[in-house]
């Protein structure tokens, strides 16, 4: 299918190809010709390099966006979805390749990676059925006059996306703002930019016209000069909290919509009625799933009362997790010495590691690992009890209540995911409804709301209005046009003439 398949079918370190920015269906290096390494976390070795972009590289993309405007808008619904539905056949013959390259660069198993893609697949799926939605409400008002709504495409849009799911996050936002008739610049994150350049290649391949879908490769420089291009209207954002801050009031500046999705740090509440074997084996997966980088990974077990059987068995299903297979590897080395500070941290201020993933090696991949950790007796006044470590780190705070539980919920400043873990009906209700969080589940690790549901949290974890996927992001990408219209000539008077 593409100029660049990934060959490897292994974990066996592979070099590959570099990586530049995609401009009116061409592949083109940077202005300033500088690169990045990409680095293949597993093994600390260099897989290729990404262009490194800034305003320049903005401005044509935004200007190749900007000729490829007016023909897919005036594209009829119906037709531009249909590359959506090669777009998902193209990725599903492809599933291995995309998986594959996508452990590579991240670091992820390779089932977890498969799964990521495969959650990519379900996002562009989701997309070919909003000309349903699309269809707008219609009524007559007045005699003779009728009102409707249609929704028009924002025009020119961007979306920067983080490094911990390169194929996916990208996969939240194109399906909805391109078939709404938008045209669109992502900035990859340059830790991983391979994802969305086979993204690239395969909407191409599904008849997708050049200029349509452009990447900008780069870091803050490029970031910045998305946020501040006037002529970009719409702008979504998904990384940490810090960046997506910045990132939300700079883009509020030119008037434009923003969206940024920020960092987590999500609590599981586990009371002593909770089954034992799905709350610890639904604990550990949301905890180590994808090394802990996820933005809706557990981090924060709080346990009410007594639930010691249940860390007992946390326990022995994180310490038999074998490392590089069972799970991968961080994404760097500053994120593996970051997240052992922590850990370090707590153990100082006298929490007691319960299983230790410090130090983590495995044999003949010499990157960066850190294995599944967890601590007790976490307070929520220690960094590991209300930082984001986004690592394999859970801590257990203990506390008597429920109402307690809720209340250290509740005192985080982040609101992306909370979950009950309990066999009482009324009390996941109580826990649901007074949960800080915009994502919640009852005995669920990582409530990920599926489509039509729409991704996003609360408080420090999101800034601006709506959500990301499903419905929301068909909202976020289009604006609604009302006519009003009159074609009886009638000469009667109403309130309307
Ligand atoms: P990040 O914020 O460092 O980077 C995200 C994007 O911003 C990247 O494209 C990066 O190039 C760019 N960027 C980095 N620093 C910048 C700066 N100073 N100015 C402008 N742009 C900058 O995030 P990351 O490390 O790639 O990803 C991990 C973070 O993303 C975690 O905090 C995680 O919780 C969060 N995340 C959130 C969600 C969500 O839905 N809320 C989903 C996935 C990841």
């Known amino acids: 299918m593409s100029q660049f398949p990934f060959a490897k079918r292994d974990y066996e370190f592979q070099k590959y190809v570099d990586c530049h920015n995609w401009i009116g269906g061409q592949w083109v290096p ?39 405007l007016p023909g897919w808008k005036a594209t009829p619904w119906k037709e531009r979805v249909q590359v959506l539905f090669r777009v998902k056949q193209i990725m599903e013959e492809n599933l291995d390749e995309l998986s594959w390259l996508l452990s590579h660069e991240n670091g992820k198993t390779i089932a977890q990676a498969c799964g990521s893609v495969l959650k990519g697949i379900e996002c562009v799926e989701f997309g070919t059925s909003l000309p349903n939605m699309a269809g707008g409400d219609q009524l007559d008002v007045s005699r003779g006059i009728n009102c409707k709504v249609t ?57 997708l016209p050049d200029g349509v879908l452009n990447i ?8 910045e000069a998305l946020c501040d291009h006037p002529e970009i209207r719409a702008l979504a954002f998904v990384g940490s909290t810090r960046v997506a801050k910045l990132v939300y009031e700079r883009s ?79 994404i760097n080395p500053e994120s593996a010495s970051r997240i052992e500070g922590y850990i370090n941290d707590a153990e100082k201020r006298g929490a007691k590691i319960l299983v230790d993933g410090r130090g983590a090696k495995v044999n003949g991949h010499e990157g960066s690992w850190v294995g599944p950790t967890i601590i007790d007796n976490v307070t929520p006044d220690m960094p590991a009890g209300y930082e984001e470590i986004f690592g394999p780190v859970l801590s257990i705070i203990r506390v008597k209540t429920l109402d307690e539980a809720i209340k250290v919920e509740n005192g985080n400043p982040y609101g992306n995911a909370a979950a009950i873990f309990t066999t ?60 009003t219209q009159r074609w009886e000539m009638a000469t009667d008077a109403t309130w309307m003439s």
């Not at 490194?52 to 490829?68: L, M």
């Not at 900008?216 to 970031?223: A, M, W, Y």
Request: net charge neutral.
């Open 252 to 330: 509020a500046k030119t008037g434009k919509k923003v969206l940024a999705l920020g960092g987590a740090k999500n609590h599981l509440v586990v009371v002593p009625d909770a089954e034992p074997e799905l709350t610890a084996s639904t604990v550990v997966a949301s905890a180590y799933g994808c090394a802990g980088q996820r933005c809706m990974a557990a981090a924060v077990m709080i346990a009410v009362g007594d639930v010691d059987h249940i860390v007992e068995k946390m326990v022995e299903k994180a310490n038999t997790m074998e490392l590089g297979q069972d799970m991968g590897s961080v």
């Open 30 to 68: 940077s202005t300033s010709g500088k690169t990045i390494d990409v680095v293949n976390p597993r093994h600390g070795q260099v897989m290729g390099t990404v262009s490194w972009s800034g305003s320049e590289d903005v401005a044509k993309a935004v200007e190749a966006a900007r000729a490829a």
């Open 151 to 207: 929704h028009e495409p924002e025009g020119i849009c961007a979306g920067i996306v983080p490094f911990n799911f390169p194929t996916m996050v990208p996969l939240w936002m194109l399906p909805q703002a391109l078939v709404s008739g938008n045209v669109f610049v992502l900035k990859p994150s340059e830790q991983v930019p391979y994802g969305s350049m086979r993204l690239a290649e395969i909407f191409k391949e599904a008849g």
């Open 216 to 223: 900008v490769n780069g870091g803050k420089e490029s970031v």
């Open 424 to 483: 009482n009906g009324g009390v996941a209700r109580y826990a649901t409804d007074r949960f800080q969080a915009g994502m919640c589940g009852v005995n669920i690790g990582v409530p990920v709301p599926r489509e039509p549901f729409a991704f996003g949290g609360w408080n420090h974890s999101k800034f601006g209005a709506g959500d990301v996927t499903g419905n929301d992001g068909f909202r976020f990408w289009t604006r609604p046009r009302k006519v």
